[in-house]
């Protein structure tokens, strides 16, 4: 083997490193060129807001995007709360003990638990047990426990940046622990928890898995009218006319996959930017 | 007096809402426990693990998972093959060299990869990387694992670049200042100094990203061609675990053995992802106590 010099082996590594960042960025680059360029055509306002027709090859995909947007909205309002509540518990209340311990351990393991399992369990205890049918609701409380540790674990990041001493003025002004969260400790965490809230939003509008068997329909007539509903769903949507319609238009399918895009992208751009303004306001 | 009550009541509630974590992993063991060890008794766990044939419609039934496990472990080794030395040199790049207003840019980026739902990236693979591997490795179709492999790369990628970013930049000033010191250059300080410090972090993000591939089910489905047979090389098709529970649950008779063999499969995953977690847990841990 040649002995490079020091100098001439760090100039070759570096560009080895830049080379291998162009090769983590590009496909996420490409990816989203290739939806856009090929979906956009397909954006109508007609595609946005119509029924499917003919075996879903024409007409749009509304019921989707409204099936999408209410299990979604079922879900963070059944997760918001308790994840807010975990965390708190966690960063205001738990001393340093077993059960923290084991309680930092589930979150772990939860978030690591992969999305089809959830949809295994979801249709056991949400679907079967509680017999509540493929419904939104079914669907919704299945990723409200997926989204759990993710939500916890924000809002925990965002209770924490909240300085001590805040907490400290308070208490010693004989207010008591919880008065001192509830007007204190939130309030200044608020925006960091929102932010986290539409990263989630985000997540759980493109996933699939867990939906597959506790939601999601292959084909609705008509649109929800309540959370014990089955519904059409953007990502299945876009699954089932990619993967299992024969001679399904090609821009039919870029189109969805472009408003599923769109619509993923937009809530974590808004998170990303509105994470930027608050850390920019913040006055400690 | 009333303020008190309220506040214990609602302190009550937020402990609740604390230990609920610890009771949804205990259900969800529970209830995967509970419609797998049915179908363990009933048609032996040796069977169902060591198996070599999935014929879940056929008559008798087989419920060999092993081609299903071969095939989660081939598109996994295959997807940390490509991403880890990737993935970590993007992060030394991005935390040590990039320039300053470049950094947080490149680290965007990244990480939007994780903001894509999983089916898009499964489709654009199926339009795009699918036909090219059936062109370019000359195979009779480019459903196989390698392709799975690729996308599942890409998939692992924010997770890993993230983590070991952290871990990179956590390093602690004073070692490379010493090893600058004694002389090294900079690139001689990266490998030997900072690299070797943030060794447990790096681990760390690597087993995260093993987690999120063996648990990664829509762009696996639609990409690797779905065969469950024990594959002879990288270049045929495969069939995850994670791909055999969405392919086949829709058309199980709910309670049915098939639906219990399902949850079974959903038993092997959660109890690999557990210790996946547990492992990478335990080295973020030491990385932060440094």
């Known amino acids: 083997m040649i002995k490079l010099s020091p100098k001439l082996s760090q100039k070759l590594s570096y560009t080895l490193l830049f080379c291998a960042t162009i090769l983590a960025i590009v496909p996420v680059v490409v990816v989203i060129f290739i939806i856009i360029k090929n979906g956009a055509s397909a954006i109508t306002w007609e595609f946005l807001t119509s029924m499917p027709k003919d075996g879903m090859r024409a007409g749009g995909i509304l019921p989707a995007i409204l099936g999408t947007l209410s299990i979604v909205l079922c879900a963070i309002s059944i997760t918001l709360p308790i994840g807010v509540c975990a965390a708190i518990y966690l960063n205001e209340y738990a001393k340093d003990n077993m059960l923290t311990r084991i309680i930092n351990l589930a979150i772990v393991n939860l978030a690591g638990v992969p999305s089809v399992v959830y949809g295994l369990f979801g249709l056991g205890i949400f679907v079967m047990f509680l017999k509540l049918g493929v419904s939104i609701i079914a669907g919704a409380l299945t990723l409200s426990i997926m989204e759990l540790p993710v939500i916890i674990t924000t809002s925990r990041g965002a209770l924490r940046s909240v300085p001590y001493s805040f907490r400290e003025a308070s208490l010693s002004l004989g207010v008591s622990r919880w008065q001192t969260i509830r007007y204190i400790v939130l309030p200044n965490a608020l925006p960091g928890i929102l932010t986290g809230a539409i990263l989630s939003i985000a997540r759980i509008s493109g996933e699939t898995a867990p939906i597959l068997f506790t939601a999601a329909a292959f084909y609705v007539p008509h649109l929800p009218s309540s959370v014990f509903d089955q519904v059409m769903a953007l990502p299945y949507h876009l699954y089932i006319i990619a993967t299992q319609i024969p001679n399904m238009p090609k821009n039919i399918i870029f189109g969805t996959a472009l408003v599923l895009l769109m619509m993923v992208l937009t809530m974590s751009l808004i998170a990303i930017v509105a994470r930027l303004y608050f850390r920019k306001k913040r006055k400690w | ?290």
């Open chain 2, 1 to 290: 007096m009333k303020r008190k009550i309220i506040d214990a009541i609602i302190e009550k509630i937020i402990f609740v809402c604390g230990i609920l974590a610890i009771v949804f992993v205990v259900l969800i063991f529970g209830f995967l426990l509970k419609e797998g060890l049915g179908f363990f008794q009933d048609f032996g766990i040796i069977k169902f693990i060591a198996g070599k044939f999935w014929y879940p419609s056929s008559s008798p039934a087989q419920f060999g998972i092993l081609p299903l496990i071969m095939g989660s472990l081939l598109v996994t080794v295959g997807a940390c093959v490509i991403a880890v030395p990737i993935g970590v040199m993007a992060a030394l790049y991005i935390s040590e060299i990039a320039p300053k207003g470049v950094k947080d840019v490149l680290k965007s980026i990244v990480e939007l990869m994780a903001a894509i739902p999983s089916v898009v990236i499964g489709f654009v693979g199926l339009v795009t990387l699918v036909p090219l591997v059936r062109t370019l490795f000359d195979v009779p179709t480019g459903l196989t694992a390698f392709s799975g492999s690729i996308m599942l790369a890409f998939m692992a990628m924010p997770t890993i670049v993230t983590i070991s970013e952290d871990a990179i930049r956590s390093v602690p000033w004073s070692y490379k200042e010493g090893a600058l010191a004694l002389g090294a250059t900079k690139w001689q300080t990266l490998r030997r100094i900072v690299l070797k410090a943030a060794m447990p972090g790096i681990i760390a993000a690597v087993m995260l990203g093993i987690g999120r591939v063996i648990g990664e089910t829509m762009a696996v489905m639609m990409i690797t061609g779905n065969a469950a047979q024990i594959p002879g090389s990288i270049f045929e098709p495969v069939r995850t675990m994670t791909a055999t529970i969405a392919a086949e649950m829709g058309e199980t008779v709910r309670g049915g053995i098939h639906y219990k063999a399902l949850f079974g499969i959903g038993l092997v995953l959660f109890v690999i992802t557990f210790l996946v977690n547990f492992v990478a847990d335990l080295f973020l841990g030491k990385s932060k106590n440094k």
